[in-house]
């Protein structure tokens, strides 16, 4: 056997049979640090595939040579490439025919999962008669094609449905959410989770005694019979619904129907894969591969390595500072906050329960987090902190007497970092004998949910504060996108006009529900006047009133009296909307009319200071704004961000409407000279 043509080796797969007769096939793609399922390492797989339906071992077991994890996923690359239906449907057929022939093996087959396994990478364990997982905390197994505006198209519907309960089937493809070992397990995906060590001993033991095959259980044979299935179909529509329209993001439904009309049948397969090559055509999967890109752009402009830090000293324990200081405890860090007395801390500590509370499993995980989270009124942290990040309320003395007294006390390697939202770090820094050091951490709310920060910088900033700054945020789960120093960076300076639009139409005597609804038609992932109150409306005036001189707007005057009269938004129960247990009251007889006209009013603001903040130079390139736009307000991800959105639709079109809007409603639809570079 030790002579076999399947011990035979190609660039990408090694395989070798051990004294028990069991074949490993070890993926070790050539040239890369991750496995990902090209068409070359497919074809490799298909040629051994064959091989070993001739020769058949004991038992075939398939493992990943990289430390990093198993199989990414598809070759997304190759997707960008299809130019029609007819090619794409031929690329995922391959995929379903080499996955077919795993399946259709005579001997035991066994997936030996260890770190991450995405998309193709679980389609491939599926097919699987086994499948063993680590235990260790990066296992991670997920089928996130939806994300990409896809699903599942090498046969992961028709074998996760027939396997896994429904509900958990379709959900974990709904939302592309990645599981742990043992979260796979509990639902049936995983058949054992084994400790690393004992990874080899698990998977020798079922290749000889080749326990009876995991099978769907009872409760999902029920829901899969039609009737109900369609009623289980309709109700997860409905879910998709609230976050996700048909017209934007069609993979989610088009999953569902493929479920629904062909669960059982012969022809699911092929279905599943028709399904995916018409998907594959639109814009938004185009669009939302381009955001994967982006974001992968963003992990990579830093490399956590060079800096490894491990207390975080807080100044300020407000909702930013409060939150941002609780993330960091969240994510494994020592962090002292600091406020001017303790009674201001207790608020931040409550968040910072709730955080842990939704965030980690178990009691004693909490409780370590707790524990990380050090209450700090005199400011001890300072001297031993490998981070300090300044989040007081933005008051230019207020930030300078605070650097003037920690400064001294400061390790000489410390960062030092500010939240500031809207002020030029060339003003803060004044107050420094060494104002190089100062760098922008610029996080948005919700901190837990929002996945940018801003690295802000000055022309004196050393590229080695910058890229501690960057490093920081990637290791605690951030993506960090460098900008210039400028009145309200890049997303305040592009949200803020937005914002400011809506408010103005608001004055002008349009319903704030058709506001709201013109913008979430467009794909916004919320209307700009419940953003308003979301972040709170005397923080928008202070960031408004901060760019109004630097952009030329003016501030409405209905945001100055409702600020007056402390009507501030969510946080006080009313502002634009009334608030009842924290969710706005609309009016659903509101007039719903001029909704074009509403749209283009917002969207123009929006992608005209784009265009101007790509003409500063706030960021390096068109990629990085549309990335800080995406990651930094929630624009629309399926239209691959506002200047992308911008050539799509035609520059020149979008310019010619502006100047009819600026014949209309002023000077502020002007489109900017940016837009030649776009």
């Not at 998977?203 to 369609?230: D, E, Q």
Request: with cysteine; proline share 5%; net charge neutral.
């Amino acid at each position: 056997m030790a002579n076999s043509l399947l011990t035979k080796n190609t660039s990408h797969w090694r395989s070798d049979i051990d004294q028990q007769g069991i074949l490993w096939l070890i993926l070790d793609q050539k040239d890369a640090s991750t496995n990902v399922l090209s068409a070359e390492v497919l074809q490799q797989l298909d040629s051994i595939l064959d091989k070993i339906h001739r020769e058949l071992p004991l038992a075939v077991v398939f493992k990943s040579a990289k430390s990093s994890g198993f199989i990414a996923g598809a070759d997304i690359n190759e997707f960008l490439q299809v130019t029609n239906q007819q090619e794409a449907l031929i690329l995922i057929r391959r995929g379903q025919g080499v996955f077919n022939k795993i399946e259709a093996l005579s001997c035991p087959t066994i997936a030996l999962i260890d770190g991450f396994c995405m998309g193709g990478g679980t389609e491939l364990v599926l097919a699987c008669d086994y499948r063993i997982a680590s235990d260790n905390p990066s296992t991670r197994i997920g089928l996130p094609e939806v994300k990409l505006g896809i699903h599942p198209g090498f046969g992961g519907v028709v074998r996760l449905t027939r396997l896994v309960n429904p509900f958990q089937a379709l959900e974990m493809m709904l939302s592309g959410r990645a599981l742990s070992a043992r979260d796979a397990k509990k639902i049936g995906l995983v058949d054992y989770v084994q400790p690393e060590r004992q990874l080899t001993r698990a998977v020798t033991h079922i290749a000889l005694t080749t326990p009876p095959k995991r099978k769907l259980p009872w409760t999902g044979t029920l829901l899969s019979l039609p009737l109900i299935r369609s009623l289980v179909t309709f109700i997860m529509k409905k879910q998709v619904a609230k976050k996700a329209s048909i017209e934007h993001y069609p993979a989610p439904y088009a999953l569902l129907d493929v479920w629904n009309k062909y669960y059982g049948s012969p022809s699911m397969m092929e279905q599943e894969a028709k399904s995916v090559a018409s998907l594959v055509q639109g814009e938004t999967v185009r669009n939302l591969i381009r955001v994967f890109f982006l974001q992968s752009r963003l992990k990579g402009l830093a490399d956590k390595h060079t800096f490894q830090p491990r207390h975080v000293h807080v100044i300020g324990a407000g909702i930013m500072g409060g939150d941002i200081a609780a993330w960091c405890a969240l994510k494994g860090f020592r962090v002292t906050l600091q406020e001017r007395e303790a009674k201001y801390l207790s608020n931040a500590f409550a968040r910072a329960h709730q955080l842990f509370a939704r965030k980690l499993k178990t009691q004693h995980e909490r409780n370590q987090a707790i524990d990380r989270l050090i209450p700090d009124c005199d400011g001890n942290g300072v001297a031993h902190a490998d981070v300090i990040i300044e989040a007081i309320f933005e008051n230019i003395e207020a930030k300078h007497a605070i650097y003037k007294d920690i400064e001294p006390r400061m390790r000489k390697d410390a960062v030092l970092a500010t939240n500031t939202s809207s002020i030029p770090l060339e003003t803060l820094a004044a107050a420094l004998q060494q104002p190089e050091r100062l760098v922008g951490l610029h996080f948005f709310n919700p901190v837990a949910m929002m996945p940018l920060v801003e690295i802000v910088k000055k022309d004196d900033t050393p590229a080695s504060v910058v890229n501690q700054a960057s490093a920081f945020s990637l290791h605690i789960g951030k993506l960090p996108l460098p900008v210039k120093s400028s009145p309200g960076f890049l997303v305040n300076r592009i949200l803020v006009p937005y914002l400011i639009e809506a408010v103005t139409l608001h004055e002008e005597g349009i319903a704030i529900e058709a506001i709201d609804k013109a913008a979430i038609d467009f794909g916004m992932p919320m209307g700009p006047v419940e953003l308003a109150d979301a972040v709170g409306l005397d923080i928008c005036l202070s960031v408004a009133t901060n760019l109004s001189s630097f952009s030329g707007f003016q501030v409405p005057e209905i945001l100055k009296k409702m600020v007056a009269a402390k009507t501030l938004g969510k946080k006080t129960g009313s502002g634009f909307y009334q608030y009842k247990k924290g969710h706005p009251i609309k009016d659903h007889d509101a007039n719903m009319g001029l909704q074009q006209e509403i749209q283009n009013r917002l969207i123009y603001r929006l992608l005209n200071e784009s265009a101007a903040c790509l003409r500063e130079g706030i960021v390096d390139d068109l990629d990085l704004l549309d990335a800080g736009v995406i990651f930094g307000t929630g624009f629309a991800p399926f239209r691959g961000g506002p200047l992308n959105y911008g050539k799509d639709s035609g520059v020149n079109s979008i310019q010619q409407n502006m100047k009819i809007y600026q014949q209309r409603f002023g000077d502020r639809f002007e489109p900017d000279e940016g837009w030649t570079s776009v």
